[in-house]
Structure formats: structure tokens, C-alpha cells
């Protein structure tokens, strides 16, 4: 073939070429061209549907990883990227883009939508329940209102007819004493008249020895008569017209204290959210308790106005900013919500040492703290005057370590010894390196004699697990070593002379017998540095 119609689609060699022409509509209906032309015709398209390199008008056809961009052959043999490395096809790192895509495009569909869809669900929920709280709250805003106006307007009631009581009672009595003293008023006039009359009548001479008698009878009858009566009315207490009746007036302090009511009932159904500016740690905020034992902090939730919170659901936190060691866990922490805006922390801290902690309430730290001293209160300590060199003793005496950097065995006794009753006392292995540990009891050889030989010891319990009686070894634990964070338990009974052992966490127990019938004390030797012990309560 040498040429194509383009019409057709077809290739023709030089022998088909005239009947070709002649066939469908006639010649018109046919477009020949040669192949080359064809070929460079198919090029140029080609060539328009790709981005060309702009240096070199080239197809892209290349990535650089290291400038990452699309490069043309050209680029790569003798433009700025040649001798770059990291060069594949455009084909492979679209692979890989497309499977990076598809990956994210997974994580997307099955982690951050889901996530999300369910962020957009609880919005839509909290959106809804508030809505609905505030609805409730209004509608209660209301229902106070109400209430504290129908309060308002039944005081408003009981004062005024209190007052119209008090009218009414005055007024009758005003009444009864103004007919007293009219009476009384009528009585005086009448005494007047009749001296006036008598004493006329004596002027004149027309009265006889005995109507001056009768007169006179009857004068004193009269005068004894308001004698009586006026010594009834000096007994009356006459009503008086002061400038004011306070009894009248309606009390400010009754006023206030309605008010104040009213106040305190549109309180119990207004809340807004607790603030730690007004919020505050109540009581003693530095307590003190032993290893185990729980202590307890209250916590006062207050809105911005002050007012403390009539319900709970705030959220409370606790950090702890300060503890006894920095290595060690921080102790737990319960929140109580009582439901009035008052929440109780409960904290059990497992070793002795001062703790501090910061409260969060709804996201703010509040300006206060509050500090846990946790002490022991034991019935023995490690006793200092008995105690060989090498061994390093805690300030609170409830730790020793071995701080020798020689492998020698330095040993302590506890501070009190015993010889009858029953007594226990419990060991937690801090650090051991070897397992070289040995705990018991001993009689007090005195430090000179502990110092010329450790197994003056009774009992022992330690050097790796095994078991021993004065100096004689007697068995081993199951294990056979001594490890980190075990604990070891001690029950010292005097009256039978028994010696309880038991590791807890084994939960083995062994019992030495024909302990010696003499002061006994906790007895403990470490080999190894750095070994370190603490008695627990």
C-alpha cells in the first residue's frame, strides 16, 4: 500500500487505486493522500493531545522525584536534569500516584468519613438537646416568674389586709375612748354646773341648813363619782399620733426577703456554665493520708456571677503537677458528681511523698491547687544507729539502698523489737540486680558483731529465693530469684515462735518454728549496689 483514503479509512496499493475511485458515489466521495502524509498528519495530533516541555517542545513523558515535575527525553539526556537520579516514567508514577490516591482515598471512606458522619451526628444531637434545654429552661424561667409574681401579689394581699386589720382595730378603739372622754367630759361639765349653782345659791342665802347638807351629800357623792371615774380613765392608755406608725408601713426587710425568694427560685432554674475564675477548691486544700487510703477534695463549680451550680455534668480533671518520684505512675483519680455543683476528687496514693495537682474545670485550670502528703505510720522504721556503712537510709525512713560501689553486704535493723504479740510488716523489692537480698528477723547483736558477720540473722529469707535458719539453709522458692516490684510479707508471731513468710505475688507461704525466745527484729542485708528495699504498710 502507497496511499489512504481518508474518507474510507482504508490503505490502497497503485493497482486498486482507479477502481477505489469509481466505487460508492464516484470520486468525489474519496480523499487520497500518501502514507507519509498520513503518518505525520497522525503525529501532529498526537503530539497536540500531551503537554509539551517548554524548553524543548518535547512530550513530557518523564518525573523527577527529586524537583518534582515532568520532564521530556531531551530534559533528561542533555537538559538541567541530566544526571538526576531518581527518574522514572510518566506511566509509574502515575501508578503510584494513583495507587497513593486510592490508599488515602480508602482511609478516607473508611476512617475520616465515618468519623466525620458520626462528628455531624453528635453535633446535630448536642444541637438538639440544646435546643431543647433551652426551651426547658426558658419555659421554667416562666414558670418562676410566675410563681414568684403570684408570691409577690400574695404578700402583696396578706400586708395590705394587715394593714385594713389594724385600721379596723384602731379605729374601734379610738371610738370606745372617744365615748370615755365624752363621758367623762359630760360628768366634769356637770359637776361645774352644779358648784356654780350651789355656790349662787349660798350667795343669795336661799338655801337652808339642810338643802346645804343635801347639797353637800350631794357634792361629794359627785365628786366620788368622777373620782372613780377618773381613776378608770387615768388607767386608759390614750391613743397617741406619732409622725409615723411603722406598723403601717410595709417592711423593707419583708420586702427584701420576698425578693430575695424570688430570686432564689428563678435561680434553681437558671444555670449557666461553670467558670474556674469564680470556681474554688472548698476547705483544706492540703490533706494529709496514708499509703492505700483514700483523702478527699471537694470542688465548688460557680458561673461567672458567683453563684454556685444547681446541677452537675461538668467536666472535671485532674492533672498531677508534683509527685515523689519522677519515674513513677501517677495515682488515680475519681470524680463524684453530686449533682449541685458540688464534685468530691478521691485520690489513693500507693507510695509516701508530697502530691500536687492542677483542677480543669470545663477546659480551664483553676487558680488553685491542692497537695496530698501521704506518710507512713508504721510500728518500726529502719533504725539509722544500726546500721552498716554502704547502706544509704530515706528521710522518711522507709527506704534503704545499697550506695556502695563495692559488692559488700550491708545490713540494718528495724527500730523497735518485740517479744511477744503478734506483728507484720510488709517489703517491696525497689531494684535488685542480682537478687541478692535477704530479709528476716534477728536478735540485736549490736552493730560491731553485725558488722564482723550479717548471719548473727535468725531467720533470712532472700539470697536467690532460698530460705535459712540460722545460718543453715533450708529450701528455696519455686521461682528461685528475687525480682523488681515484688512484695513480701512478714507475720512475726512471738507467743508460738513462728516466723509466717509469703510472697504475694507467688502466693507461697513458709513457716520457720523454734524461733529464739528473745527480743526479735526486722532484719534486712543487702549484697548487691544499687539494690534498694522499702517497707509498705
Known sequence: ASVWCTKCDVALCTDHIAGHMMSGQGPSSHAIIGLSERDQSTDAQQGNSSPLCGEHNRPLEYFCKACGVCICGHCVAIGRHRGHTQIVTVHEVSDELQAEV??????????????????????????????????QVQAEIRAASRLAVAAIQTCEQEKLQEVDDIRVVRLKTLDRQREELRQHTAALEGVVAFSEQLAERRRFGSLSHNSIQ???????????AVKERADVLDKVKFLETPDHHPHLVFSSTSEAEMMQKASELLGTVVSCEATAAQSCIEGNRHKHTKPGQSVVFSVIAKDRQGKTQRR????????????????????AVEVRDKGDGHYDIVCSPSRTGDYEAEV??????????????????????????????????????????????????????????????????????NKTEESDIVLGVAEKPGLTRMQ????????????????????????SLS????????????????????????????????IMEQLPEAELFPYFVLCTPHDSISLLP
Not at 453528635?122 to 438538639?128: A, I
Not at 550479717?454 to 533450708?474: I, L, P, R, S
Not at 523488681?484 to 505475688?505: A, S
Request: aromatic share 8%; glycine share 8%; with cysteine.
Open 214 to 224: 343635801h347639797c353637800e351629800v350631794n357634792i361629794v357623792g359627785v365628786l366620788t
Open 312 to 331: 452537675g455534668g461538668d467536666s472535671i480533671r485532674v492533672t498531677w503537677s508534683r509527685l515523689p518520684a519522677a519515674d513513677m505512675a501517677a495515682p
Open 479 to 510: 521461682r528461685g530469684v528475687f525480682q523488681e516490684d515484688d512484695i513480701i510479707q512478714f507475720d512475726l508471731d512471738c507467743d508460738t515462735h513462728t516466723l509466717t513468710i509469703t510472697h504475694l505475688q507467688l502466693n507461697e507461704t513458709d
Open 360 to 429: 480543669f474545670i470545663n477546659g480551664e485550670k483553676l487558680a488553685t491547687t491542692f497537695v496530698v502528703g501521704c506518710q507512713q505510720e508504721k510500728w518500726f522504721y529502719f533504725d539509722s544507729t544500726e546500721c552498716q556503712e554502704g547502706i544509704s537510709i530515706s528521710d522518711d525512713k522507709l527506704t534503704i539502698t545499697h550506695v556502695n560501689n563495692e559488692d559488700m553486704d550491708g545490713s540494718v535493723l528495724g527500730s523497735h523489737g518485740v517479744t511477744h504479740g503478734q506483728h507484720s510488716w510488709k517489703v517491696l523489692i
Open 452 to 475: 564482723e558477720n550479717y548471719n548473727m540473722a535468725y531467720v533470712w529469707y532472700g539470697v536467690n529465693g532460698d530460705k535459712g535458719h540460722n545460718g543453715e539453709w533450708m529450701g
Open 102 to 135: 486510592q490508599t488515602k482515598s480508602k482511609k478516607i471512606k473508611d476512617v475520616t468519613l465515618p468519623r466525620a458522619q458520626r462528628a455531624l451526628e453528635k453535633v446535630k444531637k448536642v444541637t438538639s438537646e440544646l435546643t431543647t434545654r433551652a426551651d
